[in-house]
């Protein structure tokens, strides 16, 4: 089988590899990859690891979809030719993380574990879920990380509830994830980016306002637009200086959820609005088991359909890290052929 492999960091160090197909130890299954959705964060570790103890030779890439085609002993949470899906944290199933004040959790595949840019990988059958029967495997592949992430925050940490005023920053994956969310849950939207293109093509998919940052104030514009009330939850995926402005566009009570980091790991915020507009600024890191399950619940009986810019075969991972670099309207997923 092809699995892509790296002995160093730098995409210079990326080689699609020749290797026997994994055998599934006790507790594991075997699964024919059908999809794998990319993510910002890959770039990221395939450039510096991003700190991560990485054993090369190292397979990068964390959200599959596809079949199981055999067990391990004493594997039983799934049967062969079930569909399924990775989690993004093995292990982490329920409630809190682990990990302490001094050492913060990001054990996850495709980091502290290789990934699965492979056509099979063998992995511990509580690391699964089903996939969700209305979707297809390519577009199932995309709730491991983004989908999960905007229900994170939107859902198991946000509390949305409808008639919420929703905003999303920018036209990615987990951007478009919310957007699709927010409109099951009854909720109002409003996207920002920096492109009218863009914003054209999120209004089509349901987005009840669309504002281009580049044509002034963006934080006045959410403001008029809301007739002064700003926004009820905010899905903070720039980072860097723009989670201030975050803080100004929140509504009283509103809350935000910080997840990207595009514009840097560091930032400032507002304190006076931040205290006296009583906000919850919530850390998102994906999420665990049960709120994936729960996600592919709601997808089942909602209809959330994931957006897919472009598919790129497996082979093709070089031209399809460059579309990441471009920006991608939505996911980029990776198939076999």
């Known amino acids: 089988m092809r699995r892509w492999e790296m002995d160093g960091f730098g995409r210079d160090r990326l080689e699609l590899q020749q290797v026997p197909v994994p055998q599934p130890g006790p507790g594991e299954v075997l699964v024919k990859m059908a999809a794998v959705s990319l993510n910002y964060r890959d770039q990221l570790i395939i450039a510096d690891g991003m700190g991560a103890p990485l054993d090369f030779p190292f397979t990068p890439a964390s959200d599959l979809a596809g079949t199981v085609t055999a067990l391990g002993t004493g594997a039983r949470r799934f049967a062969p030719g079930e569909r399924v899906i990775s989690t993004f944290f093995p292990g982490w199933i329920d409630g809190l993380p682990e990990g302490d004040s001094a050492h913060p959790p990001y054990q996850s595949l495709g980091g502290a574990y290789p990934g699965v840019l492979a056509d099979y990988v063998a992995l511990p059958e509580d690391w699964l879920v089903r996939a969700p029967d209305t979707l297809a495997l390519d577009e199932a592949s995309t709730l491991s990380c983004a989908g999960l992430t905007a229900w994170f925050g939107l859902v198991e940490r946000g509390g949305l509830k409808a008639g919420d005023t929703v905003l999303v920053e920018g036209t990615g994956g987990v951007a478009l994830a919310g957007l699709a969310i927010a409109r099951a849950q009854g909720a109002r939207t409003i996207v920002v980016s920096g492109s009218a293109a863009k914003l054209e093509r999120a209004r089509a998919l349901g987005a009840a306002i669309g504002i281009d940052r580049t044509q002034g104030d963006w934080v006045q514009a959410v403001r008029a637009a809301t007739g002064g009330r700003g926004a009820d939850h905010i899905l903070a995926l720039a980072g860097g200086a723009t989670l201030g402005r975050a803080v100004e566009v929140a509504a009283i009570g509103g809350r935000i ?81």
């Open 257 to 337: 959820a910080q997840i990207g980091i595009i514009e840097g790991f560091e930032a400032s915020l507002p304190l006076g609005p931040l205290m006296l507009k009583q906000i919850t600024l919530n850390g998102i890191g994906v999420g665990h088991r049960r709120a994936l399950e729960d996600l592919v619940r709601a997808v089942d009986i909602s209809g959330i359909k994931p957006v897919i810019d472009a598919h790129y075969s497996l082979a093709a991972l070089p031209a399809a890290l460059d579309h990441l670099d471009r920006g991608a309207f939505g996911k980029i997923v990776m198939t076999p052929d």
